[in-house]
T-cell receptor
Framework: DAGITQSPRYKITETGRQVTLMCHQT?????MFWYRQDLGHGLRLIYY???????DKGEVPDGYVVSRSKTENFPLTLESATRSQTSVYFC????????????FGQGTRLTVV | AQKITQTQPGMFVQEKEAVTLDCTYD???????LFWYKQPSSGEMIFLIY??????QNATEGRYSLNFQKARKSANLVISASQLGDSAMYFC?????????????FGQGTRLTINP
């Protein structure tokens, strides 16, 4: 099916563990984004990518690592999870043009205990 | 730096009334796009409407319109004839070119509740 999918949908992990959230899109969109959503903060940009092998930091990149070896995949890794990283994570993709909207995955609810 | 500000954490409106959700933005870029998204309680992000910085007319999409005032750097969403199904979180977002790459940043959101 065409679209953007995130996995897992729900994840519980322990403090200090490494965890990777997956994001896959089937449109071959150039841009991909990772956000975290927390009450009172809206969606904050973690990392974004303009193309394969091109990534940039967003507003809150500390504690996260991304890679983009293929256009369709944009995994987000928490190197050593902390309780403050408990959040809902959204991945999005869009075409290159400035006037195109981003399409969002369904989100991953991550709990760090 | 880019910044989106939504000053209304929550709004309560009677069904069938019109509602305006505020959004102000800050950017030094000349070319940018402004978006509104809706997030119902189910959690998905739904695109509603887009306004380009060079567009002279306000964007409209069905019951949604965007009141774009460039000099004031505001991009308010207007929903006409509100319905119970409009109850949701609403996010304003801006996309612009930063050093050759595009960022898409969001505001804090406004929770809209439509009362019957």
């Amino acid at each position: 099916d065409a679209g953007i999918t995130q996995s897992p949908r729900y994840k519980i992990t322990e403090t200090g563990r490494q965890v990777t959230l997956m994001c896959h899109q089937t449109w071959s969109h150039s841009y991909m984004f990772w956000y975290r959503q927390d009450l009172g903060h809206g969606l904050r940009l973690i990392y974004y990518s303009a193309a394969a092998d091109i990534t940039d930091k967003g507003e809150v990149p500390d504690g996260y690592v991304v890679s983009r070896s293929k256009t369709e995949n944009f995994p987000l890794t928490l190197e050593s999870a902390t309780r403050s990283q408990t959040s809902v994570y959204f991945c999005a993709s869009s075409e290159r043009q400035l006037n195109t909207e981003a399409f969002f995955g369904q989100g991953t609810r991550l709990t760090v205990v | 730096a880019q910044k989106i500000t939504q000053t209304q954490p929550g709004m309560f409106v009677q069904e069938k009334e019109a509602v305006t959700l505020d959004c102000t933005y800050d950017t030094s870029d000349q070319s940018y796009g402004l978006f509104w998204y809706k997030q119902p309680s189910s959690g998905e992000m739904i695109f509603l409407i887009y306004q380009g910085s060079y567009d002279e007319q306000n964007a409209t999409e069905g019951r949604y319109s965007l009141n774009f005032q460039k000099a004031r750097k505001s991009a308010n969403l207007v929903i006409s004839a509100s319905q119970l199904g409009d109850s949701a979180m609403y996010f304003c977002a801006m996309r612009s070119l930063i050093q050759g790459a595009q960022k898409l940043v969001f505001g804090q959101g406004t929770r809209l509740t439509i009362n019957p």
